[in-house]
């Protein structure tokens, strides 16, 4: 080392120390850089800082010198007079001069309880402790950068301030917990960064973005980004003291699913989407227009693939940068709540992808991923799963999912995938997979965090709602957990959704050996909390669009949509509806390019979406359309079995005051005039809504003016009326009170 005055004794820092210091390998950086107390009870500050050719501390409007390691470029360090607070000051050949806060002279962020927590994996709220927190510490202004890590022996933030160097802001690791962290003083909102991790066995890793990171950069860049979520200022507390009763069983729920970067492109900009802020005005301008009750967005959390649509998900707690910063989101959902409209997000626990700034091989071990293939591995998506045994992986996706309702305001949340993640066997075959605890093919592990990501979710935000994708037929998705259930409030019906598509899909001259496919539904209708859904599911991979779904010449195309709209709106269920179905768009949904807008100026297309509105309308204004939706008492067929005529009929009842309704359809070309239908009271039946109406692009058949009951008992009821079907449509009826 440089000479150093007689007057000091010598400094206690090794040359071993010194190149640990220097090759970043130092297992406890905080235990050696910054000041600390010698034996002889002498203070000395230790600094790294390979850019520099000296180093000063200024400490009390005084200046002391360090001295420099020979052959450690970079490590500085010497005698002060007191533990307080300093800067440094340094410099190089080239005459620059600069003036930092040291990061190693501040002490821990997180606290004991949060550390106890974290430690045992019921932190329900990991987001307040982990990620990258803007804040004043120690009377300094800086970011607190913090991440679980169990098995590295080294962790870094790089970034821009740092030269992405590792080396230079190693982190401290708090005890058994497995967490690392780090104050970096002067770092603030808008900072890329990354964690540099030296994983188990000594190898250092690509970069990763951190995983409870706010924001991130846009893609293809990997990097995660400082955003300050803290002061948002809500002004929707009218929508949030009311939405309990909005996402009740008993409350119409319809909702308009949305890709934000293909609802509305700007074509004069680079056909680039609209902003968060821009769907704040045209996005929810238009669904209230449309009716609809709630709008379900694709997943939002931060994914580094555009053609994932967001279902490989890497920043589970950042929206996505395509569209705006954090707070420009927060725009969008306070502005659709001031609308009176729900926000619903599709989440994403069933798996996520191997890029390498991702979770997998998060600290060179299998951290967040089973360490076996047949456990952590979906071979369909080439995709990991969560490890949801795992306790500090159970949390952190909890956690994510109390995240997105608190700090966000989100009215509910649904799961993407359920069925891959109940069934050890999801899509393997034999040999493929490993049975659970009890040598069955049920993921319990998987079934445990649904579970209390319900009960937390329902518990500690009221109002929300979640809702299941599962395709198959697992007991209890919409039960309560108490009751043996996942505890979900709804569940996606995605056998009345295959079964209807393929009856419509049909020419209708074979419908009628089909006819089981409309009425099969009502069996289970009631066996869970059902939402009916055309998702984007449908409308992708060459499945064609709506529209392009239906038989015959082109007139009969849109009179089959039309009636196949009209029987899903009368029939019980919550209402989903993915974007462009409204407008019976020809093209499949393709995420590239905007909605085939142009189409609504042709009288067809046009119908259909006022069609859409109206049904959503009639369905909100007529409680006998939704308050019993998921009760048995709710629904009665009047016509379930004239399968050579493809005709049904059936009643829908709300509370004891609201008037009936009787839905009738008619899925033949022809016309079916003085088709008698029971009907379960006297007196006037007004047509509420004929698909074939001339504002929807019909031909205006029917009786426009309503029914009258006779007293000719008819399918069980004590009145009846004949009734127009128009060809190829669906009549909805409402009995007129007194």
């Not at 706010?214 to 990997?222: K, L, M, W």
Request: glycine share 10%.
């Amino acid at each position: 080392m440089t000479d150093t005055p007689a007057k000091y004794p010598q400094m206690p820092l090794s040359p071993e120390t010194a190149q640990q210091i220097a090759a970043g390998t130092l297992r406890d950086p905080f235990g050696v850089l910054g000041l600390h107390e010698a034996e002889d009870e002498t203070h000395w500050v230790t600094v790294f800082d390979p850019g520099a050719e000296s180093m000063t501390v200024l400490m009390e409007d005084k200046e002391f010198p360090l001295w420099h390691f020979d052959g450690v470029p970079g490590v500085f360090c010497g005698m002060v007079p007191a533990r307080a607070p300093y800067r440094l000051r340094g410099s190089n050949n080239d005459g620059d001069i600069w003036e930092n806060e040291d990061p190693y002279r501040f002490g821990p962020v997180i606290g004991e309880m949060d550390e106890y927590l974290l430690g045992e994996g019921t932190h329900q709220r990991i987001w307040e402790v982990l990620g990258a927190h803007v804040k004043v510490h120690e009377g300094v202004n800086g970011t607190h950068f913090a991440v679980w890590a169990p098995n590295a022996q080294r962790v870094s933030v790089i970034c821009d301030f740092n030269s992405w160097d590792g080396r230079r802001n190693p982190m401290r690791l708090r005890g058994a917990t497995g967490i690392w962290e780090i104050f970096l003083p002067g770092i603030g909102e808008g900072t890329p960064y990354k964690y540099e991790i030296i994983g188990a066995q000594g190898q250092l890793m690509a970069a990763k973005a951190d995983p409870v990171g706010f924001g991130s950069e846009h893609p293809p860049a990997t990097a995660s980004v400082v955003r300050d979520i803290s002061g948002y200022g809500w002004d929707d507390d009218g929508w949030m003291r009311h939405r309990l009763e909005k996402n009740a069983h008993d409350a119409p729920i319809s909702i308009y699913e949305v890709h934000l970067g293909s609802w509305k492109r700007k074509a004069d900009e680079g056909n680039r989407p609209l902003s968060y802020k821009e769907a704040a005005v045209e996005l929810v301008d238009y669904a209230k227009e449309m009716g609809f009750t709630h709008l379900e967005f694709l997943p939002i959390s931060e994914f580094p693939f555009d053609g994932s649509w967001g279902y490989q998900p890497i920043g589970l707690f950042a929206p996505t940068i395509r569209f705006g910063p954090p707070h420009e989101f927060r725009d969008l959902i306070d502005a659709a709540h001031q609308a009176g409209l729900g926000i619903l997000l599709d989440w994403v626990p069933g798996h996520f992808p191997t890029d390498v700034h991702g979770l997998g091989q998060f600290d060179g071990t299998a951290l967040y991923e089973h360490a076996d293939p047949k456990e952590g591995f979906h071979q369909d998506w080439n995709t990991l799963i969560y490890n949801y045994g795992r306790i500090e992986v159970a949390n952190f996706l909890i956690s994510n999912a109390l995240y997105w309702l608190e700090e966000y305001h989100v009215d509910g949340l649904r799961v993407d995938a359920v069925a891959s993640m109940l069934y050890r066997d999801y899509s393997r075959e034999d040999g493929q997979w490993i049975p659970n605890k009890d040598g069955g093919r049920e993921n319990l592990e998987a079934i445990s965090l649904l579970q209390r990501t319900n009960e937390i979710c329902y518990g500690e935000v009221p109002g929300i709602m979640t809702a299941a994708e599962e395709s198959t037929s697992f007991p209890g998705v919409s039960k309560p957990v108490d009751a043996g259930g996942l505890g979900f409030g709804f569940k996606w019906n995605m056998g009345w959704m295959n079964d209807t598509l393929d009856y419509i899909a049909r020419d209708p001259i074979h419908r009628r050996h089909h006819h089981h496919q409309m009425t099969f539904g009502i069996h289970y209708a009631f066996s869970e909390n059902f939402i009916l859904p055309i998702s984007h599911d449908e409308v992708v991979h060459g499945k064609g669009s709506m529209i392009n779904k239906m038989p015959g010449l082109e007139g009969e195309k849109f009179a089959n949509l039309r009636a196949y709209y009209g029987f899903m709106w009368g029939h019980p269920g919550k209402k989903l509806l993915f974007m462009g179905n409204e407008i019976a768009q020809w093209a499949e949904w393709n995420n590239n390019d905007q909605l085939d807008w142009a189409a609504t100026e042709y009288y067809t297309h046009a119908g259909v979406q006022t069609l859409v509105r109206d049904l959503n309308f009639l369905y909100r204004e007529t409680p006998s359309l939704y308050v019993k939706d998921c009760e048995p008492g709710g629904f009665e067929w009047l016509e379930a079995n004239d399968m050579d005529a493809s005709v049904f009929a059936w009643i829908r009842r709300g509370g004891p005051d609201d008037p009936e309704v009787v839905v009738a359809c008619n899925f033949t070309p022809i016309e079916r005039m003085g088709y008698r239908i029971g009907l379960p009271a006297e007196g006037k039946w007004r047509m509420a809504l004929n698909t074939d109406a001339k504002e929807y692009g019909g031909e205006g058949r029917g009786d426009m003016n309503g029914v009258t009951a006779e007293d000719t008992p008819w399918h069980g009821q004590d009145h009846s009326a004949p009734v127009t079907l128009p060809p190829l449509s669906t009549v909805i009826l409402v009995r007129e009170l007194d």
